[in-house]
């Protein structure tokens, strides 16, 4: 059954990089897409964006200018960089992966295993 | 982007009752949406996709429908497990988006 553990830095100052790493455990890397979403504390979800086993990409517009995300298909992991985080980047961030499946001319499109999240404040 | 607008905001239910959400998508989303629940502490987890296909072990008090720009999502009978938080979800474009979200508490 597949896992995915993540990590990365928790507290960090204004201006810094978030680094967070994701490692999938137990399943195939190729074939799906492998996401990043984050909550701010007490709010709803916000995606980030995604990446596949070949490096093609989708960001959200709003964060595309500080974030990127890149794979390491040898160690079967992703990860998620945001640059010059403020105090508006403190979320719990969350690692998922992405399945799809066409099927009758419907396209579905889910995250189906998630990481436990990682907690990340940013404070002076 | 795609605006996910979720109702209500909390509703509260006694277990064994049925249980009714509501998402709006800003426009026409097709079936591309999916339903998510996230207890406290704890990462969402995957209930519906396509607006109404069961995930794999989801029990079948919970159904997903609608097309377009409305879905819901039911609980038949509520269990104690199943109080929680629930986000829609669209995929239809990117950014992918997230609703708000409706907590069900108990009554």
């Known amino acids: 059954q597949v896992q995915l553990q993540q990590w990365g830095a928790g507290l960090l100052k204004p201006s810094e990089t978030l680094s967070l790493t994701c490692g999938v455990n137990?399943?195939?890397?190729?074939?799906?897409?492998w996401s990043w979403i984050r909550q701010p504390p007490g709010k709803g979800l916000e995606w980030i964006g995604e990446?596949?086993?070949?490096?093609?990409?989708n960001y959200n517009p709003s964060l595309k200018s500080r974030v990127t995300v890149s794979v390491d298909t040898s160690k079967n992991q992703f990860s998620l960089k945001v640059k010059s985080v403020t105090a508006a980047d403190t979320a719990v961030y969350y690692c998922?992966?992405?399945?799809?499946?066409?099927?009758?001319?419907?396209?579905?499109?889910?995250?189906?295993?998630w990481g436990l999240g990682t907690t990340v404040t940013v404070s002076s | 982007e795609i605006v996910m607008t979720q109702s209500p905001a909390t509703l509260s239910v006694s277990p064994g009752e049925r249980a009714t959400l509501s998402c709006r998508a800003s426009?026409?989303?097709?079936?591309?949406l999916g339903w998510y629940q996230q207890k406290p502490g704890q990462a969402p987890s995957l209930l519906i996709y396509?607006?109404?296909t069961r995930a794999s072990g989801v029990p079948v008090r919970f159904s997903g429908n609608g097309s377009g720009t409305e879905f819901a999502l039911t609980i038949s009978s509520l269990q104690s497990e199943d109080f929680a938080i629930y986000y829609c979800?669209?995929?239809?474009?990117?950014?992918?988006?997230f609703g708000q979200g409706t907590k069900v508490e108990i009554k």
């Open positions: 998922a992966r992405v399945t799809t499946v066409t099927l009758n001319y419907y396209y579905f499109y889910y995250m189906d295993v």
């Open positions: 137990g399943g195939s890397f190729s074939g799906y897409y």
């Open positions: 990446i596949n086993h070949s490096g093609s990409t």
């Open positions: 426009e026409s989303i097709s079936i591309n």
């Open positions: 396509g607006a109404s």
């Open positions: 979800h669209q995929y239809n474009k990117w950014p992918r988006t």
